[in-house]
């Protein structure tokens, strides 16, 4: 198993363009989560889906746009980039949490380091 | 409010010396903790989390509910251990984590 992947690894744009980021993952996972990892915070969630069709915003949703057309696949997408969206993006993974109320743990990807200039 | 503070950005200790990372968090509920740890070019990864009261390559950490607290620990530091960790306070049936603000740990020998 792969686990959870991430393409492409590294991204140079210009401010205004476009780009998308793709996330996959061969556990049949039904929770994925796109994060945000930047120097002296830690990691901040961007957006999250909990099923297929399905997507919900995070603690910094705006400047991003996410899909979640097929189980396996989560896509996250810059419309307009700007300079406050470099950062290093990491995509996760995670089996809901089951009616006993034990814990899930979430499988990260490698991430993509984005610069915006 | 939710939030998890981690108050050391940066720890260095020398190899055997006992180490301890600080993790607070503010939450409502009934909390659910968990240290992650990200080695040097590799991916963020569970170290371990507070319901399975485990020990990790010699790590451990208790909840402490009167104190708001989940402090990592470990007796005698290894090289191995240098990384950034993260302490993380799950916020709702979904999954979410709260990341706190991340302590990289330098062991040198």
């Known amino acids: 198993n792969a686990g959870v992947t991430q393409t492409p690894k590294f991204r140079v744009l210009k401010t205004g363009q476009s780009m998308t980021l793709l996330c996959a993952q061969d556990?049949?996972?039904?929770?994925m989560y796109w994060y945000r990892q930047d120097p002296g915070m830690g990691l901040r969630l961007i957006h999250y889906?909990?099923?297929?069709?399905?997507?919900a915003k995070g603690e910094v949703p705006d400047g991003y746009n996410v899909s979640r057309l097929k189980k396996q696949n989560f896509l996250l997408g810059l419309e307009s980039a700007a300079p406050s969206q470099t950062s290093v993006y990491f995509c996760?993974?995670?089996?809901?949490?089951?009616?006993?109320?034990?814990?899930?743990?979430?499988?990260f990807g490698p991430g993509t380091r984005l610069t915006v200039l | 409010a939710q939030r998890v503070t981690q108050p050391e950005k940066l720890l260095s200790v020398f190899k055997g010396a006992p180490v301890e990372l600080k993790c607070n968090y503010s939450?409502?509920?009934?909390?659910?903790l968990f240290w992650y740890v990200q080695y040097s070019r590799q991916r963020l990864q569970l170290l371990l989390r507070?319901?399975s009261r485990e020990s990790i390559k010699g790590f451990t950490a208790d909840l402490n509910k009167g104190e708001t607290s989940f402090h990592l620990k470990k007796p005698f530091a290894q090289e191995e251990d240098s990384a950034m960790y993260y302490c993380?306070?799950?916020?709702?049936?979904?999954?979410?984590?709260?990341f706190g603000a991340g302590t990289q740990v330098v062991v040198t020998p």
């Open positions: 556990m049949n996972h039904e929770y």
């Open positions: 507070h319901i």
């Open positions: 993380a306070l799950l916020t709702d049936s979904w999954g979410k984590l709260q």
């Open positions: 939450y409502s509920g009934s909390p659910e």
């Open positions: 889906s909990v099923g297929e069709g399905t997507t």
């Open positions: 996760a993974s995670s089996y809901p949490r089951v009616p006993s109320g034990s814990t899930d743990t979430q499988y």
